[in-house]
């Protein structure tokens, strides 16, 4: 079968580059092999910037004015008058862009694995069946994620990459929690991000300062000390891409994760999916299209990503930074917003 375009993967920037192709005629399919629209390791932050902008507000679950940072050395609250971080389920956010998909004309395939790629088709497996296919497109585009087989088609190599470790504890938790504490997480950081009836609870490094085994070790430690009954659940881990190396290859696209779209420093990567998937969705019908919220993201991404590459030189500096960082946010000389994808 021939599409225009075909996107590879149901996730935020699948979805909304899907949306924004088929809303100006083109014949879309998005070929996702999981199931089920949404599930993915998370834990479903979004600053309120990138809320308000990108995401329907009906999906979000709980909203925090306040934000409670820990250091090694200090303990702060910051507020605003509005919220500034938000939670979000990800599996209604998957179901609510796939059904705006939907409306705008696009197919969507689940349980649709992509097995090859060349420059004009791909090879696609039902898994429930395992009947093949071929599918024969005009654009392609690798939305899926962190370990993209389009990218790899591409032959772009990943070196910087993030460890992502989450819990999903049952629970009402009253506060959204930050804890920069490089003795067990370098320059990544624990977090606490309450959701309706559970919080996520977990920790994001570069790959680079810490093995997987021992973030998640440092993360039980943690959660020991501030009374998280982490050792009664079971863990989830991802990898968050950050090598951002380009979006446009020809006739091939890539969004989010796969383009390393995501904050090196915080692991934020809803909101970058989002706005790299919906300006290559209109891009693909018209070249003159104004790609500046995507120029404005590669810019702020590069800017995290320079800051990893800084705090992750040595603890010193991590700590340094984390010190310097809260201070300022506690006098207020840095608002909570500058660290946002969507600033
Ligand atoms: C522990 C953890 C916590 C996080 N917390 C946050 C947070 O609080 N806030 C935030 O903004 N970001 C967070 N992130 C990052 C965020 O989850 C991702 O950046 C975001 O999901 C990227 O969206 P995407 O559409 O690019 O890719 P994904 O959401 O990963 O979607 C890719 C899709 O492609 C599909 N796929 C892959 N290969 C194939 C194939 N061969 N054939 C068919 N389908 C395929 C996958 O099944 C998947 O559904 C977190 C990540 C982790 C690991």
């Not at 075909?6 to 088929?22: E, F, H, K, R």
């Amino acid at each position: 079968m021939f599409y225009d375009v075909i996107i590879i993967g149901a996730g935020p920037g699948g979805l909304a580059c899907a949306t924004a192709a088929a809303s100006h005629g083109l014949t879309t399919l998005v070929v996702e092999r999981k199931k089920t629209l949404g599930r993915k390791v998370c834990a479903g932050g979004i600053t309120w910037n990138g809320l308000l902008k990108k995401i329907p507000f009906d999906i979000s679950e709980k909203q925090f004015a306040k934000q409670q940072v820990f250091t090694r050395f200090q303990q702060i609250c910051v507020s605003s008058p509005t919220p500034i971080i938000a939670t979000v389920n990800r599996e209604k956010l998957g179901q609510k862009m796939a059904l705006q998909a939907v409306q705008a004309g696009v197919e969507i395939r689940l349980g649709y694995q992509v097995i090859s790629i060349d420059s004009q088709n791909l090879l696609c497996e039902d898994r429930a069946t395992g009947k093949k296919e071929q599918l024969t497109f005009t654009s392609l585009v690798g939305a899926d994620g962190s370990s993209s087989l389009v990218r790899r088609a591409l032959g772009l190599a990943i070196s910087d990459i993030g460890i992502g470790i989450n819990y999903q504890v049952p629970g009402d938790y009253p506060e959204m929690q930050w804890h920069l504490d490089s003795s067990l997480f370098a320059n990544g950081y624990a977090w606490v991000f309450p959701h309706r009836d559970t919080a996520s609870i977990g920790a994001y490094v570069d790959s680079k300062r810490m093995k997987a085994s021992i973030l998640k070790t440092n993360l039980l430690t943690w959660g020991d000390k501030y009374g998280y009954p982490l050792r009664r659940h079971k863990a989830s881990a991802e990898l968050i891409n950050f090598d951002f190396r380009g979006w446009h290859f020809g006739n091939i696209f890539l969004v989010g994760d796969a383009a390393g779209l995501a904050s090196g420093l915080t692991g934020e990567g809803i909101y970058p999916a989002i706005v790299s998937g919906e300006t290559v969705g209109h891009f693909l019908a018209d070249p003159h299209y104004d790609t500046t919220p995507l120029r404005n993201l590669i810019k702020n991404q590069a800017i995290h990503r320079k800051m990893v590459t800084l705090t992750g030189k040595n603890r010193i500096l991590a700590t340094l930074v984390a010190e310097i960082v809260t201070f300022c946010l506690r006098t207020k000389a840095l608002n909570f917003s500058s660290i946002e994808m969507a600033h």
